[in-house]
């Protein structure tokens, strides 16, 4: 029902973006990556079948910038068959409500997101005093309430397959988020990150301001097991994929890729971890 659906408490316009906002990118025939401020959309589906599914929603108030997104590639009036969440951060959910209004669809996330889907419980607050800039330090502004989508919103089936996506499959990779997932097609290695990994500085998420890219680990303000992130990048790493659509930054393609993400692997403790932090343990170091 749709009066069950909230947005969480704290729920605002975020101000911030990126030169690479308004951007889109077709990756490959059937996906097709956007820029809403300084995250990614991703639009799974070759547009001439009009069968075709959304990866996360964008940042707060950008319902009609999607919507628009959408009808530019799908024509006007198409629809998704669903929405598949990576996870539940207010930069991937920021106009989920609207979207759900506008369309009926479902939604989709792990089962260990849905707490933060559902009104349950919140995020941890971000960690301001982590090491990594001006993006941390502007944290405390972000929502971290939880968001309720009620009935709209239900688990992805346990064994792996996601819902009008017949040819990905989803792995769960935690540490940024408990319930964090990325997707994957074995077909030809395509990889949908979410936040387990990113391609921009950290301390730049906000001004992508040249095309450079540099691979890193999820966004570090809101991690908050990096023993579990560690794990999840070790994972997607081992499934050698020829391209990846992170949740922040260009997609990554190709040498660039395989060595980078074998480069973070092998020194995830330098270039991920943050030197300090609330949500540091002290092992790693
Ligand atoms: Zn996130
Ligand atoms: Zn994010």
């Given at each position: 029902?749709?009066?069950?659906?909230?947005?969480?408490?704290?729920?605002?316009?975020?101000?911030?973006?990126?030169?690479?906002?308004g951007?889109?990118?077709e990756?490959?025939?059937?996906?097709?990556?956007?820029?809403?401020?300084?995250?990614?959309?991703?639009?799974?589906?070759?547009?001439?079948?009009?069968?075709?599914?959304?990866?996360?929603?964008?940042?707060?108030?950008?319902?009609?910038?999607?919507?628009?997104?959408?009808?530019?590639?799908?024509?006007?009036?198409?629809?998704?068959?669903?929405?598949?969440?990576?996870?539940?951060?207010?930069?991937?959910?920021?106009?989920?409500?609207?979207?759900?209004?506008?369309?009926?669809?479902?939604?989709?996330?792990?089962?260990?997101?849905?707490?933060?889907?559902?009104?349950?419980?919140?995020?941890?607050?971000?960690?301001?005093?982590?090491?990594?800039?001006?993006?941390?330090?502007?944290?405390?502004?972000?929502?971290?309430?939880?968001?309720?989508?009620?009935?709209?919103?239900?688990?992805?089936?346990?064994?792996?397959?996601?819902?009008?996506?017949?040819?990905?499959?989803?792995?769960?990779?935690?540490g940024?988020?408990?319930?964090?997932?990325?997707?994957?097609?074995?077909?030809?290695?395509?990889?949908?990150?979410?936040?387990?990994?990113?391609?921009?500085?950290?301390?730049s998420?906000?001004?992508?301001?040249?095309?450079?890219?540099?691979?890193?680990?999820?966004?570090?303000?809101l991690?908050?097991?990096?023993?579990?992130?560690?794990?999840?990048?070790?994972?997607?790493?081992?499934?050698?994929?020829?391209?990846?659509?992170?949740?922040?930054?260009?997609?990554?393609?190709?040498?660039?890729?395989?060595?980078?993400?074998?480069?973070?692997?092998?020194?995830?403790?330098?270039?991920?971890?943050?030197?300090?932090?609330?949500?540091?343990?002290?092992?790693?170091?």
């Open positions: 029902m749709d009066n069950e659906m909230e947005y969480g408490s704290d729920y605002k316009y975020i101000p911030a973006t990126s030169v690479g906002s951007m889109g990118m990756v490959s025939h059937d996906l097709y990556c956007h820029t809403i401020q300084i995250v990614n959309i991703i639009l799974v589906g070759n547009p001439r079948t009009k069968d075709f599914v959304l990866v996360d929603a964008g940042m707060p108030n950008s319902a009609d910038n999607i919507i628009s997104i959408v009808e530019e590639r799908f024509g006007k009036n198409s629809r998704p068959k669903a929405i598949i969440l990576t996870h539940g951060h207010f930069d991937h959910v920021g106009a989920i409500i609207d979207l759900v209004k506008h369309w009926q669809i479902p939604v989709y996330a792990h089962e260990l997101e849905m707490p933060f889907l559902t009104g349950q419980k919140s995020y941890p607050e971000p960690d301001p005093t982590v090491e990594g800039g001006m993006v941390a330090k502007m944290s405390p502004m972000f929502p971290n309430e939880p968001i309720n989508l009620g009935d709209k919103v239900e688990a992805l089936p346990s064994d792996g397959a996601i819902p009008h996506l017949p040819d990905f499959r989803w792995i769960h990779t935690p940024h988020s408990p319930g964090h997932v990325s997707l994957f097609r074995d077909e030809d290695k395509a990889l949908i990150v979410g936040d387990a990994f990113v391609t921009v500085k950290q301390d998420l906000y001004k992508v301001l040249t095309q450079e890219q540099e691979i890193n680990g999820p966004p570090r303000y991690t908050t097991d990096w023993k579990a992130a560690k794990e999840s990048v070790i994972r997607l790493e081992a499934l050698k994929p020829s391209v990846a659509i992170t949740g922040h930054g260009l997609p990554m393609t190709g040498d660039l890729l395989s060595e980078s993400l074998e480069k973070l692997v092998q020194e995830f403790e330098r270039i991920a971890i943050p030197d300090y932090g609330k949500y540091v343990d002290g092992d790693f170091h």
